[in-house]
């Protein structure tokens, strides 16, 4: 059964002292040892077409957009994983290295997901990056 969710979505790059934040609407689903988180990209970073579902297991994360972007990134502690991001511009690979994943989630439908990584473009470092993404019950129906 899918559950209605509130999501707050920080992330950062290069310097942690610079965070962004976004709160929205997704829905959850729990499978036992996955979580699948799925919304739709905040129009503030010209993504509105674009659907994302974040999957969660105990030691990997794996991100995939469908939409106006395309693309499937796997973060999993210690290794390097290429993608290619398809964007409306053109298309590229990307290097993600994962230096550490975090799962934290409960029975419900709250918990806490965050991912320490590198971006690197043709094998050249593009950013040291961190994502920490906050699952909360909505019942406010935002």
Known sequence: MDNNILISIKSSQNNFDDISEVIMPATYKNL???????YQEDDLFGEKDTFTTLTAEP????LTRNGANNSTMIFKPGERHMCIYDT????????????????????????????????????????????????KENTNNY
Request: net charge negative; with cysteine; charged share 20%.
């Open 32 to 38: 036992g040892d996955k979580h699948i988180i799925t």
């Open 88 to 135: 409306p511009h053109g298309a590229f690979t990307l290097g993600i290295t994962s230096k550490s994943v975090e799962v934290d989630m409960d029975d419900f439908v709250n918990g806490r997901i965050q991912a320490d990584y590198s971006i690197d473009i043709n094998n050249q470092l593009e950013s040291v990056n961190r994502f920490c993404l906050t699952i």
């Open 59 to 62: 030691s990997k994360v794996t």
